[in-house]
C-alpha cells in the first residue's frame, strides 16, 4: 500500500563525484539527502580508471548500502541514482545506473526525466539489432551512445544523442576517467554543480551539497553538458537554438526539500511567499491555521505570517511509515491515512481551522483528511490549497494520474469543496504563484495544459 496515491508521486534523484577517493560514500551520502526524491530502488557505480563497479537493490538508501558493499566500490569517479518510476511501475531490473560497454570502454548512466519520443526511437535500434533488457529510457540513451560513438568522442556522441533525443531531463555519464552532466534544453529538471577540495560534484538537488560539505557552483543551464576530467570542468551547449526555459513549478510547490535552492530561488522562500499570497487572495475566518505536514508547512507559516492566524501542528506526521504489508478491515476506517497522519485533538475541538496543502490530486486524501478534523471536533473547515488546481498529468518524468483522475479536471471548485466536505476552499492562483516566483518562464502545464515540449510522442518511462 503506497501512502501517497493522492499526490504526484516524486521524481528520481542523480548525484556525481569526481576526483575523490571517497566518491562512492560521498555520492552514497548525497542519495540520503535525495532520498525524497525515490524511494523504491537505489544504485551506485564507481570507476577506478579500468573497471566500472555497482550496487543495485530495491528499498532505501540507508537499508541498501552497507559498509561491506560500500568498501567493494573504490575508485575516484561514481554515479548514484534513486529511483521513483514515472509510470507507476517497479520492476528491479529498471534501476539505475545503467552500465555497458560501450567502443571507448565501460560507461554508466543516471538518468532523472522522461523523453517524449523514446518509444520512436527505441523501435528504430531495435531494428537496427539493439537488444534491449530493461523498459526505462535510461538504455535507450545508452544504445544511442553507443552508435554515436562508434566514429566520434565521447562529446560529440552525447552532443548527438541530446540532439536527437526529445524530452525532459538531467542526467550524470560516467566514463572511466570522466564525469559529464547534462541538462534538456528547457531545463525542465534540476541539476546543480558543486566543488570540494579535491573534486566536483553534480547533484539533482543543493541540499545534498551541503551535507558533504560542499560549495555550490551553479545549476548547470538549460541545454548545457558539463565534462568534468583530470583538466578541469568544461561546458558545451549542443543546441544550434536556446530555448525558452521552463523549469518544473512543482518543484518549487511539493518535490524538492525546502532547504533545497532550485532554480534561482530558495525553495523555503517561494513556499512562503506562495502561503501569504493565498491568505491575501481566499482569507479565511479561522481561529487557527493547520499544515498538512510535511509538505504544506511552509507555506502555512506565509499564511499566519500575512492572515495573522496562530499557526499550530495540528496534524502530527508518522514519519517512520513507508508500506504497510497489512490492511485491517473497514472497521478501522481510513487507515491508510490515518497511520500517516494524527489529529491534535486539544488544538482542533470547537475551533474554526484553516488547512493548508500543497495540491489536490485526486481529492480522496483531502476528504479523509477534512472527515478527520470533523470526528476530531472541528467547528469549521476551510481548505487552503498553495498551487492552482491541479488539471492535467505531467509527462515530463513525474508519476501522475490520467486527467479523468484528477479531481479538478471533471469538477468544479464547488464540486471539488463540496466531495471533500470543507466549509470553504480556495487555491493561489496561477498569476499569484508566479509573481511569488518573480517570473513567468516555468511550466504549469499540470495547471493549464501549456505544455513546453509536445507531448503527442509520449510513451516513455522513468
Known amino acids: 500500500m503506497i501512502l501517497n496515491s493522492d499526490k504526484y508521486s516524486d521524481e528520481c534523484a542523480v548525484a556525481g563525484i569526481y576526483g575523490n577517493h571517497e566518491a562512492a560514500n560521498l555520492v552514497y551520502l548525497c542519495l540520503y539527502a535525495l532520498q525524497h526524491r525515490g524511494q523504491q530502488g537505489t544504485g551506485i557505480a564507481v570507476s577506478d580508471g579500468e573497471t566500472i563497479r555497482a550496487e543495485k537493490h530495491e528499498g532505501l538508501v540507508a537499508d541498501v548500502y552497507t559498509r561491506k558493499k560500500l568498501k567493494k566500490l573504490t575508485g575516484k569517479v561514481a554515479i548514484g541514482h534513486n529511483r521513483y518510476p514515472t509510470d507507476g511501475n517497479f520492476a528491479s531490473s529498471n534501476l539505475q545506473p545503467i552500465v555497458a560497454e560501450l567502443p571507448i570502454g565501460q560507461c554508466a548512466l543516471a538518468y532523472n526525466g522522461s523523453l517524449i519520443n523514446a518509444f520512436e526511437i527505441?523501435?528504430?535500434?531495435?531494428?537496427?539489432?539493439?537488444?534491449?533488457?530493461?523498459?526505462?529510457?535510461a538504455e535507450t540513451i545508452m544504445h544511442l551512445a553507443a552508435k554515436k560513438l562508434k566514429n566520434k568522442d565521447i562529446v560529440s556522441a552525447l552532443s548527438e544523442v541530446m540532439n536527437v533525443v526529445t524530452g525532459a531531463y538531467s542526467m550524470v555519464f560516467m566514463t572511466g576517467s570522466t564525469l559529464i552532466g547534462m541538462r534538456d534544453p528547457n531545463g525542465v529538471r534540476p541539476?546543480?554543480?558543486?566543488?570540494?577540495?579535491?573534486?566536483?560534484?553534480?547533484?539533482?538537488?543543493?541540499?545534498?551539497?551541503?551535507?558533504?560539505?560542499?560549495?555550490?557552483?551553479?545549476?548547470?543551464e538549460p541545454g548545457?553538458?558539463?565534462?568534468?576530467?583530470?583538466?578541469g570542468i568544461k561546458s558545451y551547449f549542443p543546441f544550434k537554438e536556446k530555448r525558452n526555459p521552463s523549469p518544473c513549478v512543482f518543484e518549487h510547490v511539493y518535490f524538492a526539500r525546502p532547504d533545497s535552492m532550485m532554480f534561482g530561488q530558495s525553495v523555503y522562500q517561494v513556499r512562503k511567499a506562495f502561503g501569504r499570497i493565498l491568505a491575501k487572495e481566499h482569507p479565511a475566518q479561522a481561529d487557527v491555521v493547520i499544515p498538512v505536514p510535511d509538505s504544506g508547512i511552509t507555506a502555512t507559516m506565509g499564511f499566519s505570517e500575512e492572515s495573522g492566524i496562530p499557526m499550530e501542528m495540528g496534524l502530527i506526521r508518522n514519519h517512520y511509515v513507508g508500506r504497510t504489508f497489512i490492511e485491517p478491515t473497514q472497521s478501522i476506517r481510513d487507515f491508510g491515512v490515518r497511520i500517516k497522519l494524527n489529529p491534535v485533538k486539544s488544538v482542533i475541538k470547537g475551533k474554526r481551522i484553516a488547512v493548508v496543502d500543497d495540491s489536490i490530486v485526486r481529492g480522496t486524501t483531502s476528504r479523509k483528511i477534512v472527515k478527520m478534523l470533523r470526528d476530531a471536533g472541528a467547528a469549521e473547515i476551510h481548505m487552503r490549497i498553495s498551487s492552482p488546481p491541479t488539471m492535467f498529468p505531467c509527462y515530463y518524468g513525474i508519476d501522475t494520474p490520467t486527467r479523468r483522475e484528477l479531481i479538478s479536471n471533471t469538477h468544479s471548485e464547488e464540486e471539488v469543496r463540496k466531495y471533500i466536505g470543507a466549509d470553504s476552499l480556495g487555491y493561489i492562483s496561477l498569476d499569484g504563484m508566479l509573481s511569488a516566483l518573480n517570473s513567468k518562464h516555468f511550466c504549469h502545464a499540470c495547471f493549464t495544459g501549456e505544455y513546453p515540449i509536445d507531448p503527442a510522442l509520449m510513451v516513455g518511462d522513468d
Open 224 to 231: 548545457e553538458m558539463v565534462v568534468i576530467d583530470a583538466t
Open 191 to 220: 541539476l546543480a554543480l558543486g566543488m570540494m577540495r579535491d573534486g566536483y560534484v553534480l547533484v539533482s538537488e543543493t541540499v545534498a551539497l551541503d551535507l558533504i560539505d560542499t560549495t555550490f557552483i551553479r545549476e548547470i
Open 122 to 137: 527505441r523501435g528504430e535500434l531495435i531494428r537496427e539489432g539493439a537488444i534491449f533488457s530493461t523498459g526505462t529510457d
